[in-house]
């Protein structure tokens, strides 16, 4: 069999069969940095797999798990999404 290995990044807008998904962000230490796209990354590894049991997350220390999608560019997205969301319904309307 032939293995392939690609980040995530690259992996957005792939349909891939039969693949194992492995995601370790080093985040099993409280004092490691939270990645700004970490959210993307996320998102786009667990939508690759086809069963969850393809799907292996390395340990996310606890306090760097409740800190994930709370930033302040977090926050402003959602503002952003928000707002687009409410256009579309008035440009629709």
Request: some cysteine.
């Amino acid at each position: 069999d032939l293995a392939s290995h690609i980040t995530t990044h690259r992996a957005q807008g792939q349909t891939l069969r039969n693949c194992l998904v492995s995601v370790d962000l080093g985040l099993n230490n409280p004092d490691q940095k939270i990645p700004a796209d970490i959210g993307s990354i996320l998102y786009v590894a667990c939508t690759r797999v086809t069963e969850l049991k393809n799907l292996f997350v390395a340990p996310i220390f606890p306090s760097l798990w409740e800190k994930i999608g709370k930033s302040s560019s977090d926050e402003d997205r959602r503002k952003v999404e928000v707002k687009l969301k409410s256009a579309s319904i008035e440009f629709a309307s």
